[in-house]
């Protein structure tokens, strides 16, 4: 699998990479290759490709320096060996990067650029909590051109502009220590030469026996006023209902020990939790799927021409987000796609933001589309409003070989129909 860089969705297939040196030439079998221990015969195209069967094979130690392979050697992580072949090892925390001196961004290690900052954000950049609460703030910076910029966490900075909150042990986690009556900048980031902060409003304990119920948006942490809370008891029967303000929290009278709490809004879908008592609680709405606004359009290129069969996904989604909301960003709209299949044209449906490639197809770009949604933007009115928001672009794509297909053993490969 790979996933689109900044230069856009061009770069969701890059090229074979060629190993040091050129990879032989034409086989049938693994013994045509040069060393069947670092080298295995692709029935599928009839060419020896690089091969492993423990990661140490992937190594120069081991391949030595005719069959070594530049990608593993020149990263710090090395390489794993994934399925025979040998596939460069990612990151998931700086942590794994500590040993080179770097720090872990899109799954590499890279170095630190904190000189090049201009520009940052915290997230999230509004929090809503009670008393003792412990939250952890994130920061994301840019450089002058708007392109973001790694940055270590030792090169952070973090400061408590009130007494509302208290840093906990250093680093990026505050601790909600006094209520505030509106939420306020408290929270201060600096970076390079940017600094940013976060709003913070903190509740104050909650009496025994009450209930309070805190509604958000689930994509900018802002407070939702007007919304409609609902508490029924085990049976159903509603026993009160109440309005949030504006700061988005409702105190209903009563409530039920052993019931359920529903929040109703017309901009956002709705939202219940089942058996719930007293007490606080956090309830994030989404909007409204139909109110999605903007979006783009990109091409994948750079589509192989070996014989192998291509399935990917783009969309949109907030910057910390990713491909975890695909299955929002795949409902809708949906496209009909022509392909042949056993020398017939046939037809299949595909959600605008997925592709599929079969095998020996003389497709080399396809376009795709992703769906806005609103979110966090310079203008904090129209964050409220639901009216802008930044999103970040991706795309996830992969390359199937034919012979990995399991096509035998009575299987056939056939498109579906109804009945």
């Known amino acids: 699998?790979?996933?689109?860089?900044?230069?856009?969705?061009?770069?969701?297939?890059?090229?074979?990479?060629?190993?040091?040196?050129?990879?032989?030439?034409?086989?049938?079998?693994?013994?045509?290759?040069?060393?069947?221990?670092?080298?295995?015969?692709?029935?599928?195209?009839?060419?020896?490709?690089?091969a492993c069967r423990t990661r140490e094979d992937c190594t120069a130690a081991r391949r030595g320096s005719a069959y070594r392979l530049s990608a593993c050697d020149d990263n710090p992580l090395g390489c794993q060996c994934d399925g025979n072949q040998c596939v460069e090892a990612m990151c998931s925390a700086d942590e794994a990067c500590a040993a080179s001196g770097q720090v872990c961004r899109d799954g590499r290690c890279t170095r630190s650029a904190v000189d090049r900052v201009r520009t940052c954000r915290v997230t999230p950049d509004h929090v809503v909590g009670r008393v003792g609460s412990r939250v952890r703030f994130s920061l994301l910076a840019w450089d002058e051109t708007g392109e973001p910029v790694a940055?270590?966490?030792?090169?952070?900075?973090?400061?408590?502009?009130?007494?509302?909150?208290?840093?906990?042990?250093?680093?990026?986690?505050f601790v909600l220590s006094a209520p505030t009556s509106e939420a306020r900048e408290t929270v201060r980031a600096e970076v390079g030469g940017a600094a940013c902060t976060a709003r913070v409003r903190v509740l104050e304990a909650l009496e025994p026996g009450r209930m309070r119920?805190?509604?958000?948006?689930?994509?900018?942490?802002?407070?939702?006023?007007?919304?409609?809370?609902?508490?029924?008891?085990?049976?159903?029967?509603?026993?009160?209902?109440?309005?949030?303000?504006?700061?988005?929290?409702?105190?209903?009278?009563?409530?039920?020990?052993?019931?359920?709490?529903?929040?109703?809004?017309?901009?956002?879908?709705?939202?219940?939790?089942?058996?719930?008592?007293?007490?606080?609680?956090?309830?994030?709405?989404?909007?409204?799927?139909?109110g999605r606004t903007g979006g783009f359009e990109g091409t994948v290129q750079g589509l192989s021409e070996r014989l192998t069969m291509h399935l990917g996904v783009a969309g949109l989604s907030s910057p910390d987000e990713g491909p975890g909301a695909a299955a929002s960003s795949l409902l809708a709209p949906e496209r009909q796609v022509d392909f042949s299949s056993a020398g017939q044209r046939r037809v299949a449906t595909l959600p605008e933001g997925a592709f599929a490639v079969l095998a020996g197809s003389s497709l080399r770009e396809l376009d795709v589309q992703g769906r806005g949604s609103a979110g966090v933007c310079d203008e904090e009115t129209r964050t409220?409003?639901?009216?802008?928001?930044?999103?970040?672009?991706?795309?996830?794509?992969?390359?199937?070989?034919?012979?990995?297909?399991?096509?035998?053993?009575?299987?056939?490969?056939?498109?579906?129909s109804r009945g």
Do not use: K
């Open 1 to 50: 699998m790979a996933a689109c860089s900044g230069d856009g969705f061009s770069s969701f297939f890059p090229g074979p990479q060629e190993a040091t040196p050129p990879m032989p030439g034409s086989c049938q079998v693994d013994q045509d290759c040069p060393d069947p221990r670092f080298f295995i015969c692709d029935t599928a195209s009839a060419r020896c490709q690089a």
């Open 213 to 290: 119920v805190v509604v958000t948006d689930e994509q900018t942490g802002r407070p939702i006023p007007g919304a409609r809370v609902v508490v029924a008891d085990a049976a159903g029967a509603v026993t009160v209902e109440a309005l949030t303000d504006e700061g988005g929290v409702a105190l209903p009278v009563g409530g039920a020990e052993a019931g359920s709490v529903s929040v109703f809004h017309e901009d956002f879908d709705y939202l219940t939790v089942a058996h719930t008592g007293l007490g606080d609680l956090s309830l994030p709405l989404r909007r409204n799927p139909t």
């Open 384 to 416: 409220r409003e639901g009216t802008c928001g930044v999103r970040t672009a991706w795309g996830l794509g992969g390359e199937l070989p034919v012979n990995a297909l399991q096509l035998g053993g009575g299987w056939t490969w056939a498109p579906c």
């Open 151 to 173: 940055v270590a966490p030792t090169e952070e900075q973090w400061t408590a502009l009130e007494a509302s909150v208290s840093v906990d042990a250093g680093g990026s986690a």
